[in-house]
């Protein structure tokens, strides 16, 4: 077990590394140019020479490989650096940050679970009946719909119409229901088919005859038989849909006017700040991969054909 | 001394409808079993002989419509037409199954002990700390070494013979009165398969259960049984007591069944006897003995009109009117 760990978290740091490269590569080859913009942030006209300076002044005059060994010498000791935009430290904005969005995924996260189970549980309880069909219409709908149509009818819905919730702002429980809905739609609409085939599948088992041969009734055979066998599927989809969450954070973010980590890596793409913007990939990514750790860990806990494996 | 038969069956006939097909996989049969008895019902796949077992206690796929027809009497009370609440109840708790496949049979997700506790606490009223004692003393029952170990293993930490003595200890553990055992040796490797079948055997007789043994083996029966049904296309072809069937079998396929077996005086490389032809489809109605295109035996007359299942001598019944009546009177 702690070998299997450690022998990931090697390999994550592997993938950091290229990752840094990727996005050090794209950010700099990104048309526009950042001592423009920062020429014009201070009021002054970006005649040529005064962008000359400020790109002296910022370091973008050292060659290429320079910059990323210093960002990457600085980065490996917790220090991302100063945002070009606002002047500030990097950590400083991101630990403001971090809370908001680790706040919308984790609501959302927990939102889209208990959705998706309720829908994938009706729907096989009642096979291609009408609550069936019906979550399977949702699904469908939740699936296709973009984010940022499902934000605005939230808003709309429910700050406009009924005046139930507010449209934006981050002070209360109240002030998290929208958006923490509106992140967890596209999770809930693909969890539910995960939960509803899953199920099924489980339920066609061999076992599940042996479990109806021994009188137990069919709420019993879905809770006790098919469920923890769906458990292993379900954590493994869950990880990617709560991994992809930060990409729909970008969207829900500015949406609600949230002070987010999303918020702020499309303020740093726009400004070509690319302090921000790396320091906000690493830690998406990073995220990614300790949700995928945990992940792993968790369907070994749930799956002892798995555990084995490991122990 | 023996009164009421545990189960009695009479003019069983099971349709199965699905969205594009319809067939009849059991047609017209009768077969009883006492208390402490053992019932073989053979036949090839398909002959209805799982079906004839199952679909009255509603272990059937869903998705598929399920019409029966005749009597189906367990302890007197009749099954056809009981709602499948009622059914649920006499699961687990009346009659016990064991399946083909122990590899399948178990859920790989959860402990042995809780699968075996499970069926005390359903039908026994027990708490889950006196289930798992049962647990315990049914695991040691069926022969499982460790037992306290197994308990808290998974299935898939078990072998093939381990996990079937397994499904057999959940199979008693609700005291059922009576035993349906689907090909309980089939997927199992041959020398595990003597040990299963005498278990099997030993706990009948122990707690006094009836038993269905649902097998292809005539092997099988010939150690196991009391009385044996031989099935052809969801018909009773034969029908008696093991020994009189086995040593004399009259009906042309039960015959031709019994002459497939290996024998030891058969020569070193000798070809295997087998039944030629293929066993027909069950979707479309036989108006005759649908025996015939196989038998031979057969006489024009045979294609005609179905057989009836008559009594020969003793408690022998024999589906074939050349054998019981002469060619030339069928």
Redesign the interface.
């Known amino acids: 077990m702690f070998h299997f760990i450690s022998k990931r978290l090697k390999h994550s740091l592997v993938l950091l590394f290229l990752a840094s490269l990727v996005c050090f590569t794209l950010v700099v080859s990104a048309p526009g140019n950042v001592a423009v913009l920062i020429a014009e942030l201070r009021g002054a006209v970006a005649t040529p020479g005064y962008v000359d300076q400020v790109a002296e002044e910022i370091g973008l005059h050292k060659p290429l490989l320079m910059r990323y060994v210093d960002w990457l010498g600085d980065a490996v000791q917790g220090d991302f650096g100063i945002s070009y935009r606002t002047g500030q430290a990097v950590n400083a904005d991101l630990s403001k940050r971090i809370l908001v969005t680790g706040m919308l995924i984790a609501g959302g996260g927990v939102i889209a679970t208990l959705i998706s189970l309720i829908l994938g549980f009706l729907g096989a309880f009642w ?1 291609y009946r009408l609550p069936d069909r019906a979550s399977r219409g949702l699904a469908l709908i939740g699936a296709s719909t973009p984010t940022f149509f499902v934000g605005a009818l939230m808003i709309y819905a429910f700050s406009v119409s009924f005046r139930i919730f507010p449209s934006f702002g981050f002070e209360g429980p109240e002030s998290w229901v929208l958006p923490w809905l509106t992140v967890a739609v596209l999770p809930a609409a693909v969890l539910s088919r995960v939960v509803r085939v899953g199920l099924e599948d489980a ?5 599940v ?9 069919r709420t019993a055979i879905l809770l ?2 098919a469920l ?2 769906i ?1 292993p599927i379900f954590i493994n989809a869950l990880g990617t849909q709560v991994g992809l969450m930060t990409a729909t954070a970008i969207i829900v973010e500015p949406l609600f006017a949230w002070q987010g980590l999303g918020d702020y890596f499309l303020a740093g793409v726009r400004f070509r700040d690319f302090m921000v913007v790396q320091a906000c990939l690493l830690l998406f990514l990073s995220f990614f991969i300790v949700v995928n750790l945990v992940v792993d860990l968790a369907v070994m806990l ?4 798995i555990r ?1 494996q490991w122990s | 001394m023996r009164n009421e038969p545990l189960l009695s069956v009479s003019n069983l006939t099971v349709n199965l409808l699905t969205a594009k097909s319809a067939v009849r996989p059991v047609d017209g049969v009768s077969y009883s079993v006492r208390q402490g008895e053992c019932l073989a019902i053979v036949g090839e796949s398909g002959s209805g002989k799982t079906v004839m077992n199952f679909a009255p206690l509603g272990l059937m796929p869903t998705g598929v419509t399920t019409m029966l027809s005749g009597s189906v009497k367990l302890e007197g009370r009749e099954l056809i037409g009981l709602p499948e609440a009622e059914i649920q109840k006499l699961r687990g708790k009346s009659v016990g199954f064991i399946f083909q496949d122990p590899m399948s049979a178990l859920n790989p997700v959860r402990r042995i002990g809780r699968q075996i506790a499970e069926m005390a606490e359903l039908h026994l009223n027990m708490t889950p700390k006196a289930a798992e004692a049962r647990a315990l003393e049914l695991v040691k029952l069926v022969g499982i070494s460790d037992p306290a170990a197994r308990l808290r293993q998974y299935p898939h930490e078990l072998s093939g013979g381990l996990r079937q003595r397994v499904v057999i200890a959940i199979a008693l553990a609700g005291e059922p009165k009576l035993l349906i055992a689907d090909e309980p040796t089939t997927a199992l490797d041959v020398t595990v398969q003597a040990q299963i079948l005498r278990l099997l055997k030993d706990v009948q007789k122990r707690l006094n259960m009836a038993m269905v043994l649902i097998t292809h083996d005539m092997g099988v029966v010939a150690g196991a049984a009391d009385n044996i049904v031989v099935m052809y296309a969801a018909r009773a072809a034969e029908r008696g007591p093991v020994d009189t069937v086995l040593v004399n079998p009259r009906h042309p396929y039960t015959r031709g069944l019994i002459n497939a077996i290996p024998r030891r005086e058969d020569p070193v490389g000798a070809e295997f006897r087998g039944l030629p032809g293929l066993p027909p489809a069950l979707a479309a109605p036989f108006k005759g003995c649908a025996f015939t295109p196989r038998c031979d035996m057969a006489v024009p007359a045979c294609s005609l009109a179905r057989p009836p299942l008559e009594q020969v001598d003793g408690n022998v019944f024999v589906a074939c009117p050349v054998v019981n009546h002469g060619k030339v009177a069928a």
């Open positions: 096979p339920m066609s088992s061999p076992f005859l042996t479990a109806k041969s021994k009188g137990l009734g006790r038989e923890p066998n458990t749930t799956d002892p054909r084995r």
